[in-house]
């Protein structure tokens, strides 16, 4: 088992160890300080996704935004691995049905169906990350592969990739590899860690 693996291993134990009162608390806590950020709410396509495994949930954010002109979407997990992702709109009618993983996903249609470059803002899921914006994901690198062309940018412009992330998840330093995308920012129960000045996000802020 190699670092990442064990890292993994470790914090998602740590993570399912909280009761759900203690992870409802948390992610209140987090889908409150984002929005007090009012600044990432100024274009309204913002992907959240369903929480798995012990993750923090961005569900409350739904209602603290019920008076801002935003629109969610949730990740859909493409038929083959090499595939990005696509969002579809999550709305009070949305009918669900569960991937292969056991995660609901909105049933899409193209009506309701946006790709990743239509998006303004994604609230991502992880199970580490670092000073620096690098992220620890589940292994599976659907992330990755959807938001890779970001990485052909000299800047980062659209989406902002925000993680949400308990404070034990972070991880004085992960080793990259070429095709992980670094964050924009993580935000936590404590803290935003705002990582705008990466190289490649010299123009990127919350």
């Known amino acids: 088992m190699n670092s990442k693996q064990n890292l993994r291993k470790l914090i998602r134990e740590q993570r399912r160890s909280l009761t759900a009162r203690q992870r409802d608390h948390l992610s209140k806590q987090m889908c409150a300080r984002i929005a007090r ?13 369903w929480p798995f495994d012990g993750e923090v949930s961005p569900l409350p954010l739904i209602h603290k935004c019920r008076k801002q002109p935003v629109k969610f979407y949730l990740p ?10 696509h969002f579809c709109r999550f709305t009070p009618k949305s ?25 303004d803002v994604v609230l991502m899921p992880l199970v580490g990350f670092d000073s620096r914006g690098n992220r620890l994901g589940m292994g599976g690198g659907f992330y990755d ?62």
């Open 145 to 206: 592969r959807t938001f890779s062309y970001l990485s052909n940018r000299k800047s980062l412009h659209k989406p902002k990739l925000i993680g949400l992330a308990y404070e034990f998840q972070h991880i004085d330093n992960l080793e990259s590899e070429p095709w992980d995308i670094p964050l924009t920012a993580v935000v936590t129960e404590k803290a935003v860690y705002n990582f705008s000045k990466h190289p490649h996000m010299e123009r990127h802020s919350l």
């Open 37 to 49: 950020l009012t600044n990432i709410f100024i274009n309204n396509k913002i992907a959240i996704y």
């Open 95 to 119: 009918r669900f049905e569960n991937n292969r993983f056991g995660i609901p996903e909105v049933i899409s249609t193209r009506k309701c169906s946006i790709t990743a470059k239509e998006l």
């Open 76 to 85: 859909s997990l493409p038929h083959f691995k090499w595939q990005p992702m």
